[in-house]
Nanobody, 118 residues
Framework: QVQLVESGGGLVQVGGSLRLSCAAS????????MGWHRQAPGKQREFLAF???????TYADSVKGRFTISRDNAKITVYLQMNSLKPEDTAVYYC????????????WGQGTQVTVSS
């Protein structure tokens, strides 16, 4: 029943910036972490960033220093600020919510296309 609605994707030039957002469309609780992954054509889905409800963050090496993850716990929303974009950043971007206390479950967004043109 829970759906994660993503927005902010689109076409941007090399060196430009985009900000993605992802929010739950229905009631959801016990969210303890939120993250972002991406998948380029012909490649495995790649982990990008994760943030806990307390604000601790983890980044993949490929995006450290360029991407920033943030969240609004009250709105149950996660953001991904993407700067200094490169053509290799072109992919479908997926948000992820982690739910639970003792046992975790995961919810995924439908994906949003980001295209970086050279």
């Amino acid at each position: 029943q829970v759906q994660l609605v993503e927005s902010g994707g689109g076409l941007v030039q090399v060196g430009g910036s985009l900000r993605l957002s992802c929010a739950a469309s229905g009631s959801i609780f016990d969210i303890n972490g939120m993250g972002w992954h991406r998948q380029a054509p012909g490649k495995q889905r790649e982990f990008l960033a994760f943030i806990t409800s307390s604000g601790s963050t983890t980044y993949a090496d490929s995006v450290k220093g360029r991407f920033t993850i943030s969240r609004d716990n009250a709105k149950i929303t996660v953001y991904l600020q993407m700067n200094s974009l490169k053509p290799e950043d072109t992919a479908v971007y997926y948000c992820q919510f982690r739910r639970g206390t003792v046992k975790y479950s995961y919810f995924w967004g439908q994906g949003t296309q980001v295209t970086v043109s050279s």
